[in-house]
């Protein structure tokens, strides 16, 4: 090989190396949460309108949990919830934030359902009482490597039937993926 070549080469070798350090990863971006928390308020009003009759009795809004351990929240389900409970306060409704500990929210099973399934618990049925509420705002999510899922219920306290629902879903970008990581329970 000569002289030449070696300074062709060497250069050339450079070059390439450097293009295996660039990533090809797509950045994903977050979405709007506020925004998307709106959305899914005004579905839950819009798809219950028997809510209307009721306008003057609370709603209160416990915060979102993860799907796969109602025991644990967020602050990405803190903030959705206070998000939905916004939204629901400027179309109105009297709104009572509930600051229960997240092991409250939820209980699972009864007679009438197979373990798997989750019923309001005892707490939060009295708080409903205590406070004359006529709905609950409850939901859940779930997160994906790319995605979260999100199940937002609004729930008639007296006997826990489901008025509305809404699902949606949002990416999961570095903003999102902060606020998903702040968990409130520690895990057993």
Not at 2 to 21: A, H, M, Y
Not at 64 to 70: H, K, P, Q
Not at 142 to 147: F, T
Not at 155 to 184: C, E, F, K, W
């Amino acid at each position: 090989m000569n002289k030449w070549t070696r300074w062709l080469i060497l250069p050339s070798l450079l070059v390439l190396s450097g293009c295996g350090l660039v990533s090809n990863k797509k950045e994903i971006r977050d979405a709007d949460l506020v925004k998307a928390s709106y959305q899914a308020a005004d579905a839950l009003v819009k798809n219950a309108p028997q809510l209307q009759l009721y306008q003057s009795r609370p709603i209160l809004v416990a915060s979102f949990v993860d799907i796969d351990d109602v025991q644990r929240s967020s602050t990405f389900g803190r903030m959705v919830a206070e998000q939905v409970g916004s939204r629901l306060a400027q179309h109105g409704y009297k709104v009572i934030e509930v600051k229960v500990r997240t092991d409250t929210i939820f209980t699972k099973g009864n007679a009438y359902s197979s373990e798997g399934e989750y019923l309001l618990s005892r707490e939060l049925q009295d708080i409903s009482r205590h406070h004359d509420a006529y709905a609950l705002v409850a939901g859940t999510y779930g997160a994906s490597k790319e995605v979260v899922y999100v199940t937002t219920k609004l729930i008639r306290a007296q006997d826990n039937i489901i008025m509305s629902s809404y699902d949606y879903s949002l990416p999961v970008g570095d903003n999102t993926r902060n606020l998903l990581r702040a968990a409130t329970a520690s895990r057993r």
